[in-house]
């Protein structure tokens, strides 16, 4: 690393004021500080030196984001050879996953981080980090088959429309990878619902040719639900054999590519509760809510979505993997710690409430999420609001 820094140092006058490559200054200053944190600080007042930055946060982010985005990349191998009767192995198995996930979350840094360096160097500014983690979480919430120009092009819209006219990050009010789904879902919601696209039953660079079996379907468990004409819910993996709530915690099942293991995402949260990096207050609040309204449900169930159990409906879908990684947004979310009750409580009512009662969304938290998302200002408003009203009230007295 010493010599990696020393090069950086040797280079590093071309990309100033005056340096021949000075127009390229806020791209090696994005890469710079990247790989190190920056070496000036403030000479006076009242400043906090810390080497924990921006950076530093969406990287532990990431590495939460780890142990859900490996176990997608082997689920997306088992789903697939499932669907066509073989089993090569783990490693096979893993190895057809990356490489059937790589491409998208190549494409998705590429286009997403692409504009914020070309918006950078317009501006003459720094490059924002934000999408460091925006650019990860976008392929993990989408269905393995969304062709690539398409993530490419709900990409391109939510950095643009989503965060760079509200003034980049730190500004957005709504959160960037949330709203490239919702892109996908109402662009192209033949591409992101149905029995087609969870499951890949083609090859992938030649890898795991071979024909389905007949007794295949790619219906998510969600997916199942909302179309069930019976009362009594019914849940099958892909070959038609009756899921457990222990098979859904562990995630073996279709889905989009991150959000199936509840395992690897409380994985994911212990790390971000342990850092400081995560609300636990959020987290919570979203499971309490939406186990409370889908045991509200279940007392007058007259439909399939009405009486899953409330442990099903926070293991199924998107439930777990929006609670911990895109409820508690810092930017999007409320920042009042009452508010983090609130706001997260309301988020789990809304997404059962819609996944039960409206079978055209049954997933129900990317719009629960982005709903609040609106209304985290108002909360946390209103929270200190009444805070400052009490205070008042002691002084009087």
């Not at 990287?59 to 669907?83: D, E, K, R, S």
């Not at 979480?137 to 969304?146: A, F, K, N, R």
């Not at 439930?319 to 979310?333: H, K, L, R, W």
């Amino acid at each position: 690393m010493k010599a990696l820094r020393n090069y950086l140092n040797t280079i590093k006058p071309n990309f100033e004021k005056g340096g021949k490559l000075a127009m390229f200054h806020s791209v090696f200053e994005g890469f710079e500080t990247f790989l190190f944190v920056p070496n000036h600080t403030s000479k006076s007042g009242v400043h906090i030196h810390d080497s924990v930055d921006s950076k530093r946060t969406m990287t532990v982010v990431i590495l939460a984001l780890l142990p859900a985005l490996l176990f997608g990349m082997y689920n997306i191998g088992y789903q697939h050879n499932l669907a066509i009767g073989t089993d090569p192995g783990f490693i096979m198995t893993f190895v057809f996953g990356f490489l059937a996930v790589l491409p998208k979350i190549i494409v998705s840094y590429v286009v997403g981080l692409g504009i914020e360096f070309a918006i950078a160097q317009v501006k003459g500014h720094e490059i924002q980090e934000g999408f460091l983690v925006s650019g990860i979480l976008i392929p993990l919430i989408v269905p393995i088959d969304t062709p690539l120009w398409m993530i490419a092009v709900a990409t391109a819209f939510a950095v643009v429309f989503a965060k760079e006219v509200f003034g980049g990050t730190g500004y957005n009010i709504f959160n960037v990878a949330l709203v490239t789904r919702a892109f996908l879902f109402f662009a192209y919601p033949a591409a992101m619902s149905g029995d087609k696209v969870f499951v890949r039953t083609g090859d992938t660079f030649g890898l795991g040719s071979g024909n389905v079996v007949d007794a295949f379907s790619g219906a998510t468990p969600l997916g199942q639900i909302a179309t069930s004409t019976t009362a009594e819910p019914h849940m099958t993996d892909i070959l038609g054999n009756a899921i457990s709530s222990m098979d859904m915690f562990i995630g073996l099942i279709p889905g989009s590519i991150g959000e199936t293991s509840t395992l690897a995402i409380l994985i994911g949260a212990a790390i971000l509760i342990f850092t400081g990096i995560g609300s636990w207050k959020t987290m919570l609040s979203v499971f309490v809510g939406g186990g409370a309204m889908a045991a509200l449900f279940n007392v007058f169930g007259t439909t399939a979505a009405m009486n899953v159990s409330p442990l099903d409906h926070l293991l199924l879908g998107g439930f777990a993997f929006g609670a911990v990684f895109m409820a508690t947004d810092p930017v999007t979310s409320a920042r009042t710690e009452t508010g983090k009750y609130i706001y997260g409580f309301l988020i789990g009512v809304m997404a059962i409430f819609i996944r039960v009662l409206n079978p055209g969304y049954p997933e129900g938290m990317m719009l629960a999420i982005l709903l609040l998302n609106a209304f985290a200002p108002l909360i946390d408003f209103y929270v200190v609001d009444s805070n400052v009203k009490r205070r008042l009230k002691r002084a009087i007295k």
